[in-house]
């Protein structure tokens, strides 16, 4: 990083910092478009089935991450200042860690085929082991584009090798008849752009360290990464491990797609804006009044739009399931309603495990949530015989309860008061009552008329509009924080011609 990047003024900072969220939100866009529309396309194609057995690979991938990427290239960006020693020395062990994770997975494939007692999936789960290795030789390069704040290229890599691989490759794969092995083939396609494009941009050393100056401080935080890691996967993950080995493929498939519905959207934003938020938050370690700032202004504008949003989707779920994949696939609408309801919280937790690391308290994440890891077994144990929309229930509740409770540390090591917290999130509340008030009233009168589903939920979701822009207009002006409406005032007068008239009118802003 140049001296110049090291010395930016923070106010400079503020600006590229949110520059680079909303060009990384809106790249997500695109994203979660692209994926929506492919992943709608081979859903239908594959049904639930077929697809629950690709999921057992997504929930393989994403638990062995956790020991290929234990945070060593992510500590780069806490790190204020980086050298090539450093780089090599993380390269060094995403080498080391990728080669082991992915050769071991590759040769107990038929043991974790056995264990989902789901034999078909062996070959998935031998062909995903490459695309452990290609992600932990591409994480260097993310990280290191990240801590420069470059979300251009991450989003254009991101958008290019999702096309490539799922739209170009896979669904025609899916068309021919070759089941989940087509989304196998996509995902190693997908993986090898990403890593390509990537490393062709930053072109970082590719020479072997094992030990750097600081290589013991880095070990160490990425020891604390891991198990902060180990502990959010047990406690975001192992519901799908147990969906996955107790239930059919068919169900594996209605519960994950449910899931992944809501959660894809609201990952691709979480991952953005925690990245972010992470990467400015290192450059203002000292400075707790910009951080204080910085987390109400994105508190406020999460409950403003993502919590209605998605309770919307929670009472139409009935109706966003049929339309989007199918009647096949309407018996996933009950899973997806707790699940709607608890997204949102997600980046409640985006925002607050920043404040946490880039505060010096890299421990307490993992602290406290490790009560919550035996609570969580424990329930598991105990629902084991019940119907999996009970699994699904208590999952969506426990993340809720952990995205608080994160948050509740946020304020505490930030010093926030309660009162300014409340400012923050009042408008956001009275909104998202008033959409589930409306929603719920609406949505028996809507289920009663004898119209196509897809025009059922046009109409669900029209009432919620209305509702909500009249809510803005009428209500969230007097609930919103004066400074965070100044702000919003402020940044309004950057946007485009109509987009700049609707911020004037929704915020009784008059025209300079």
């Known amino acids: 990083m140049s001296a110049k990047a090291a010395i930016t003024p923070q106010k400079d900072l503020a600006v590229q910092s949110f520059k680079a969220f909303f060009w990384g939100a809106g790249g997500s866009i695109l994203k979660i478009v692209l994926q929506f529309v492919t992943q709608v396309i081979l859903a239908r194609l594959l049904g639930p089935a077929e697809y629950g057995i690709f999921s057992l690979g997504v929930i393989v991938v994403g638990l062995t991450a956790i020991f290929y990427d234990v945070g060593l290239a992510y500590s780069l960006i806490q790190k204020k200042s980086i050298s090539a020693d450093d780089i090599r020395f993380v390269w060094t062990w995403q080498c080391i860690l990728g080669l082991s994770v992915a050769t071991s997975i590759f040769f107990a494939s038929d043991l974790i085929a056995n264990f989902f007692s789901k034999p078909k999936a062996e070959f998935l789960f031998q062909s995903l082991s490459l695309v452990i290795l290609i992600n932990s030789l591409t994480a260097l390069s993310f990280n290191l584009l990240k801590k420069s704040l470059n979300y251009k290229v991450i989003q254009i890599s991101q958008l290019i090798s999702y096309f490539l691989g799922f739209a170009c490759v896979g669904i025609p794969l899916a068309f021919a008849g070759y089941g989940h092995n087509a989304l196998a083939v996509a995902w190693l396609i997908q993986a090898a752009m990403h890593f390509t494009i990537l490393y062709t941009k930053v072109r970082h050393p590719v020479s072997l360290r094992l030990q750097t100056q600081d290589g013991n401080h880095m070990l160490r935080y990425s020891l604390t990464a891991f198990g902060t890691n180990l502990v959010n996967w047990i406690l975001n993950g192992v519901d799908k491990i147990w969906v996955g080995k107790i239930y059919s493929a068919y169900i594996v498939g209605l519960y994950t797609t449910a899931y992944n519905l809501v959660n894809t959207p609201a990952f691709t934003i979480f991952v953005n804006l925690q990245a972010v938020f992470f990467s400015a938050g290192a450059r203002l370690q000292e400075d707790h009044e910009a951080l204080r700032t910085i987390f109400l202004r994105l508190l406020s504008l999460i409950t403003l739009t993502a919590f209605p949003f998605f309770i919307v989707i929670g009472w139409g779920s009935d109706f966003i399931i049929e339309t989007v994949y199918g009647v096949k696939w309407a018996e996933a609408s009950p899973f997806l309603v707790p699940f709607a309801f608890a997204t949102p919280f ?147 007068e950057r946007l485009p011609g109509w987009a700049r008239s609707a911020s004037r009118f929704l915020l009784r802003h008059p025209k300079p």
């Not at 993340?399 to 999130?425: D, H, N, Q």
């Not at 959409?435 to 939920?457: E, N, T």
């Not at 809510?471 to 940044?491: C, H, T």
Request: proline share 5%.
């Open 346 to 492: 997600l980046l409640l937790w985006g925002i607050s495990t920043p404040v946490l690391w880039n505060s010096g308290h890299t421990k307490l994440e993992l602290r406290l949530q490790l009560p919550l890891v035996f609570l969580w077994l424990a329930v598991l144990y105990f629902i084991t015989d019940l119907p999996p929309l009970t699994l699904a229930i208590a999952a969506a509740s426990l993340f809720a309860f952990r995205s608080i409770a994160m948050a509740a540390a946020a304020l505490y090591v930030l010093k926030i008061p309660i009162s300014s917290f409340l400012r923050a999130i009042a408008a956001g509340v009275v909104l998202s009552l008033l959409l589930g008030v409306v929603s719920a009233a609406v949505k028996p009168i809507i289920a009663g008329l004898d119209i196509d589903v897809g025009l059922q939920l046009l109409l669900l979701l029209g009432a919620a509009s209305v509702s909500y822009l009249l809510s803005l207009y009428f209500l969230v002006p007097r609930l919103l924080a004066q400074d965070l409406r100044a702000y919003l005032m402020r940044e309004g």
